[in-house]
């Protein structure tokens, strides 16, 4: 189930939003929109003329929207990339999606961002 255009803008917003205009040379916030789901990534461009111009693109957060319940729930990665469910750390699933950007934003266990 694809996910709904009111929530795809709100997370959108969020990310154009999470970080100054005076970094985009230097950092950007992503996001990748998968059936169900929506990646938030942060994305730096390469260190060195020698390693082409794609920016590296690391994944923060997954947003996942359930199609039956509706039900958002929050995944973080790990260091291979692979994403594990946040709800091992207290935090369960939200009808509302603006409940996991808050989460992601405030990151108390310094899993997102470090």
Known sequence: MPIPDVELNRIRRWADR????EVEDRVRIEVDVGRGFVAILECRP???PDMGPEWTRVPVARLRRAAQSGLWTLDYPDRNG???RYDAFGF???PLVDDLLVEVDDDP???FWG
């Open 109 to 111: 266990t310094c899993i």
């Open 92 to 94: 369960g699933p939200s």
């Open 82 to 84: 692979r994403f594990h």
């Open 18 to 21: 999470r970080l100054p205009d």
């Open 46 to 48: 390469p260190r060195r």
